[in-house]
Protein backbone atom coordinates (compact mmCIF):
# COMPACT_ATOMS: atom_id res chain seq x y z
CA UNK A 1 0.00 0.00 0.00
CA UNK A 2 1.56 3.51 -0.96
CA UNK A 3 0.71 5.34 2.33
CA UNK A 4 2.19 2.48 4.38
CA UNK A 5 5.43 2.77 2.23
CA UNK A 6 5.53 6.41 2.18
CA UNK A 7 4.93 6.57 6.61
CA UNK A 8 7.60 3.75 6.38
CA UNK A 9 9.86 6.53 4.32
CA UNK A 10 9.18 9.26 6.68
CA UNK A 11 9.67 7.26 9.77
CA UNK A 12 13.33 5.38 8.26
CA UNK A 13 14.46 9.36 7.88
CA UNK A 14 12.86 10.69 11.36
CA UNK A 15 11.02 8.73 13.81
CA UNK A 16 10.19 10.68 16.02
CA UNK A 17 7.79 12.84 13.70
CA UNK A 18 4.08 13.47 14.05
CA UNK A 19 2.40 12.45 10.76
CA UNK A 20 -1.44 13.60 10.31
CA UNK A 21 -4.36 14.25 8.34
CA UNK A 22 -7.27 16.24 7.15
CA UNK A 23 -9.11 13.23 7.40
CA UNK A 24 -12.91 13.24 8.52
CA UNK A 25 -15.24 11.37 6.59
CA UNK A 26 -17.75 12.63 4.16
CA UNK A 27 -15.96 14.59 0.94
CA UNK A 28 -12.96 15.28 3.21
CA UNK A 29 -11.71 11.90 3.41
CA UNK A 30 -8.06 11.80 2.06
CA UNK A 31 -7.93 8.06 1.38
CA UNK A 32 -10.51 5.63 0.33
CA UNK A 33 -8.79 3.05 -1.62
CA UNK A 34 -6.81 0.12 -1.00
CA UNK A 35 -8.62 -1.09 2.42
CA UNK A 36 -10.41 2.33 3.47
CA UNK A 37 -13.80 2.10 4.60
CA UNK A 38 -15.56 5.26 2.71
CA UNK A 39 -17.09 6.80 6.11
CA UNK A 40 -20.24 9.13 5.58
CA UNK A 41 -20.42 12.18 5.63
CA UNK A 42 -20.40 13.50 9.64
CA UNK A 43 -24.05 15.84 9.15
CA UNK A 44 -25.57 11.86 9.35
CA UNK A 45 -24.50 11.16 12.83
CA UNK A 46 -26.38 14.69 13.16
CA UNK A 47 -29.65 13.23 11.56
CA UNK A 48 -29.17 9.90 13.27
CA UNK A 49 -29.15 11.91 16.80
CA UNK A 50 -32.20 13.97 15.69
CA UNK A 51 -33.89 10.60 15.52
CA UNK A 52 -32.40 8.58 18.06
CA UNK A 53 -30.25 10.61 20.41
CA UNK A 54 -28.15 8.56 23.07
CA UNK A 55 -28.01 4.86 22.09
CA UNK A 56 -27.83 5.34 18.28
CA UNK A 57 -25.80 8.57 17.54
CA UNK A 58 -23.73 8.31 20.35
CA UNK A 59 -22.44 4.84 20.02
CA UNK A 60 -22.12 5.26 16.25
CA UNK A 61 -20.38 8.17 16.50
CA UNK A 62 -18.05 6.58 18.81
CA UNK A 63 -17.32 3.77 15.82
CA UNK A 64 -17.04 6.14 13.46
CA UNK A 65 -13.93 7.67 15.33
CA UNK A 66 -13.02 4.37 16.12
CA UNK A 67 -12.84 2.79 12.50
CA UNK A 68 -10.92 6.17 10.96
CA UNK A 69 -8.96 6.07 13.46
CA UNK A 70 -8.05 2.04 13.36
CA UNK A 71 -8.17 2.72 9.47
CA UNK A 72 -5.45 5.81 9.49
CA UNK A 73 -3.34 4.40 12.71
CA UNK A 74 -2.79 0.64 10.69
CA UNK A 75 -0.85 2.24 7.90
CA UNK A 76 1.18 4.66 10.65
CA UNK A 77 -0.80 8.20 10.74
CA UNK A 78 -0.72 9.41 14.05
CA UNK A 79 -3.39 12.03 14.37
CA UNK A 80 -6.53 13.36 12.35
CA UNK A 81 -7.49 16.78 11.90
CA UNK A 82 -11.21 15.38 12.94
CA UNK A 83 -14.25 16.62 14.09
CA UNK A 84 -15.92 19.61 12.71
CA UNK A 85 -17.60 22.07 15.11
CA UNK A 86 -18.43 24.18 12.94
CA UNK A 87 -22.28 24.52 13.31
CA UNK A 88 -24.34 24.02 10.13
CA UNK A 89 -25.91 27.35 8.96
CA UNK A 90 -27.08 25.44 6.04
CA UNK A 91 -25.11 28.64 4.30
CA UNK A 92 -21.82 27.69 4.04
CA UNK A 93 -20.69 26.19 0.72
CA UNK A 94 -16.94 24.63 2.26
CA UNK A 95 -18.68 23.16 5.87
CA UNK A 96 -21.73 21.99 4.54
CA UNK A 97 -22.47 18.06 5.24
CA UNK A 98 -18.83 18.64 7.09
CA UNK A 99 -20.79 19.89 9.98
CA UNK A 100 -21.90 17.24 12.94
CA UNK A 101 -25.41 19.11 13.54
CA UNK A 102 -26.66 23.43 14.02
CA UNK A 103 -26.89 23.19 17.79
CA UNK A 104 -23.30 23.76 19.56
CA UNK A 105 -24.93 20.96 22.85
CA UNK A 106 -25.38 18.46 20.12
CA UNK A 107 -22.01 19.09 17.91
CA UNK A 108 -20.52 18.71 21.62
CA UNK A 109 -22.37 15.70 22.03
CA UNK A 110 -21.51 13.87 19.13
CA UNK A 111 -17.62 15.16 19.04
CA UNK A 112 -17.49 13.93 22.60
CA UNK A 113 -18.49 10.56 21.73
CA UNK A 114 -16.37 11.04 17.56
CA UNK A 115 -13.24 11.45 20.31
CA UNK A 116 -13.42 8.95 22.20
CA UNK A 117 -13.73 6.40 19.57
CA UNK A 118 -10.18 8.17 18.17
CA UNK A 119 -8.96 8.09 21.50
CA UNK A 120 -10.00 3.79 21.57
CA UNK A 121 -7.74 3.03 18.88
CA UNK A 122 -4.73 5.33 20.01
CA UNK A 123 -5.52 8.58 17.37
CA UNK A 124 -4.64 12.04 18.01
CA UNK A 125 -6.96 14.67 16.88
CA UNK A 126 -7.66 18.34 16.42
CA UNK A 127 -10.90 19.56 16.15
CA UNK A 128 -11.43 22.68 13.63
CA UNK A 129 -12.25 25.82 13.16
CA UNK A 130 -11.88 28.30 15.31
CA UNK A 131 -14.17 30.36 16.11
CA UNK A 132 -16.29 28.84 13.76
CA UNK A 133 -16.60 28.89 9.87
CA UNK A 134 -20.40 27.76 9.54
CA UNK A 135 -21.59 31.00 9.04
CA UNK A 136 -19.76 32.27 7.07
CA UNK A 137 -20.80 31.49 3.26
CA UNK A 138 -17.38 31.31 1.00
CA UNK A 139 -14.67 29.10 0.90
CA UNK A 140 -11.95 30.55 3.09
CA UNK A 141 -9.86 28.20 0.48
CA UNK A 142 -10.73 30.21 -2.45
CA UNK A 143 -11.92 33.74 -0.88
CA UNK A 144 -11.83 35.79 2.35
CA UNK A 145 -14.80 34.90 4.82
CA UNK A 146 -16.53 37.59 6.95
CA UNK A 147 -18.94 37.16 9.31
CA UNK A 148 -21.35 40.09 10.31
CA UNK A 149 -22.83 39.08 13.81
CA UNK A 150 -21.84 40.41 16.59
CA UNK A 151 -18.94 39.12 18.96
CA UNK A 152 -21.64 38.22 21.77
CA UNK A 153 -23.62 36.03 19.08
CA UNK A 154 -20.26 34.43 17.74
CA UNK A 155 -19.58 33.46 21.51
CA UNK A 156 -22.59 32.47 22.43
CA UNK A 157 -22.89 29.88 19.32
CA UNK A 158 -19.91 29.03 17.17
CA UNK A 159 -17.77 29.59 20.60
CA UNK A 160 -19.82 27.56 22.75
CA UNK A 161 -19.13 24.35 20.73
CA UNK A 162 -15.81 24.73 20.44
CA UNK A 163 -15.01 25.60 24.03
CA UNK A 164 -18.29 22.97 25.30
CA UNK A 165 -15.76 20.29 22.93
CA UNK A 166 -12.44 21.34 25.02
CA UNK A 167 -11.45 17.59 25.44
CA UNK A 168 -10.55 17.87 21.92
CA UNK A 169 -6.94 17.75 21.79
CA UNK A 170 -6.44 20.96 19.76
CA UNK A 171 -8.46 23.31 18.25
CA UNK A 172 -7.67 24.63 14.77
CA UNK A 173 -8.37 28.16 13.59
CA UNK A 174 -9.87 29.11 10.02
CA UNK A 175 -7.52 30.76 8.53
CA UNK A 176 -7.90 34.45 7.30
CA UNK A 177 -11.72 34.70 8.52
CA UNK A 178 -12.60 38.48 8.85
CA UNK A 179 -14.60 38.52 11.87
CA UNK A 180 -16.39 41.26 10.86
CA UNK A 181 -14.90 44.14 12.71
CA UNK A 182 -11.45 43.38 12.44
CA UNK A 183 -8.42 42.12 14.66
CA UNK A 184 -9.87 44.36 17.40
CA UNK A 185 -12.91 41.95 17.65
CA UNK A 186 -10.83 38.87 17.31
CA UNK A 187 -8.61 40.45 19.78
CA UNK A 188 -11.86 40.53 22.11
CA UNK A 189 -12.82 37.22 21.56
CA UNK A 190 -9.24 35.73 22.50
CA UNK A 191 -8.76 37.82 25.43
CA UNK A 192 -12.21 37.05 26.45
CA UNK A 193 -11.35 32.69 26.33
CA UNK A 194 -8.16 33.83 27.59
CA UNK A 195 -9.51 35.11 30.62
CA UNK A 196 -11.35 32.21 31.63
CA UNK A 197 -14.95 33.19 30.43
CA UNK A 198 -17.15 30.79 28.85
CA UNK A 199 -19.89 31.45 25.93
Aim: proline letters at 3%; glycine letters at 10%.
Amino acid sequence: MQLVALTDAIRAVRDDILIAVDHEGGRVQRFRTDGFTVLSAPAKLGALWNKDVLLAATKVATAFGYLLASELGACGVDMSFTPVLDLNYGQSQVIGDRALHSDPRVVTMLAKSLNHGLALAGMGNCGKHFPGHGFASVDSHVALPTDDRSLDEILDNDVRAVRLARHVADIRDSGACDLHASGRQARGLLTHLAAGHSA
